[in-house]
T-cell receptor
Framework: DGGITQSPKYLFRKEGQNVTLSCEQN?????MYWYRQDPGQGLRLIYY???????QKGDIAEGYSVSREKKESFPLTVTSAQKNPTAFYLC????????????FGEGSRLTVL | QKEVEQDPGPLSVPEGAIVSLNCTYS??????FMWYRQYSRKGPELLMY????GNKEDGRFTAQVDKSSKYISLFIRDSQPSDSATYLC???????????FGTGTSLTVIP
């Protein structure tokens, strides 16, 4: 089945540690996105990538980094510079830039201890 | 002013009721409209996808878009307890990879 796979589903981190969230898609989509979801705040865009080896900052990129070395993969690193990293992180993809259909993975819950 | 406004609820209805969920928006350039269903601790699932104005029906779900009023709706007929979830609206102008989301409406269908 085609889809978006995020791992791990749950992750605990100590303060000062970097963690990397994995996102893999087999939908052959060009565009990939990372969102952060907090209660009552909706989805906020962290980074997005339209093509391999290119990515753009979203609304809340500070303290995060990404790479797009393969079309299928768009990992997100939450660095120690992110002041409030505890959140639900969602990876998404869309087939192209001129269409509105956006598909999501199952999410990764990061908790900082 | 937020790009997209959505009443957070919570909304509680008896099983079998018709549910109406709504979003308003401010950007007249939006032309792609989506509704997602999100269960607790899960990723959003795309329910309905509509381009431009009009209605779209899929089983018990009907999506309506009124671009003149900048208003979109999702109707759920014969609601079931399994419909209990948070419903997110989303929209896009189709350029720049920008999607705008409502904050979600929490729905509970009581058996």
């Amino acid at each position: 089945d085609g889809g978006i796979t995020q791992s791990p589903k749950y992750l605990f981190r100590k303060e000062g540690q970097n963690v990397t969230l994995s996102c893999e898609q087999n939908l052959n989509h060009d565009a990939m996105y990372w969102y952060r979801q907090d209660p009552g705040q909706g989805l906020r865009l962290i980074y997005y990538s339209q093509i391999v080896n290119d990515f753009q900052k979203g609304d809340i990129a500070e303290g995060y980094s990404v790479s797009r070395e393969k079309k299928e993969s768009f990992p997100l690193t939450v660095t120690s510079a992110q002041k409030n990293p505890t959140a639900f992180y969602l990876c998404a993809s869309s087939i192209a830039t001129n269409t509105g259909e956006l598909f999501f993975g199952e999410g990764s819950r990061l908790t900082v201890l | 002013q937020k790009e997209v406004e959505q009443d957070p609820g919570p909304l509680s209805v008896p099983e079998g009721a018709i549910v109406s969920l709504n979003c308003t928006y401010s950007n007249s350039a939006f032309q792609y409209f989506m509704w997602y269903r999100q269960y607790s601790r899960k990723g959003p699932e795309l329910l309905m996808y509509t381009y431009s104005s009009g209605n779209k029906e899929d089983g018990r779900f009907t999506a309506q878009v009124d671009k003149s009023s900048k208003y979109i709706s999702l109707f759920i007929r014969d609601s079931q307890p399994s419909d209990s979830a948070t419903y997110l609206c989303a929209m896009s102008a189709g350029t720049g990879n920008q999607f705008y989301f409502g904050t979600g409406t929490s729905l509970t269908v009581i058996p």
